[in-house]
């Protein structure tokens, strides 16, 4: 529900911005991501996408009403 071409830029920063804190988050509790993803374990990539969706959810319905 963006008022013009400024608000959707703005509500898209933000939503990336979440999107890399998420990532930030995760790497610093999941430890020795990149091995993990490396060794297929299927686990920490499920959990990774899982949160990664949730975080986009958020969004979604924060930036709508």
Known sequence: HSVN???LALWSFV???VQGVVS???RFVIHDLRVH???DHA???IMMASM???AGLLNAAA???
Do not use: F, H, Q, R
Request: with cysteine.
């Open 5 to 7: 071409l400024t608000d």
């Open 15 to 17: 939503a990336c911005l």
């Open 24 to 26: 930030i988050v995760l």
């Open 37 to 39: 993803v490396e060794a």
């Open 43 to 45: 686990s920490v990539g």
């Open 52 to 54: 990664k969706i949730a």
């Open 63 to 65: 930036m709508t009403y």
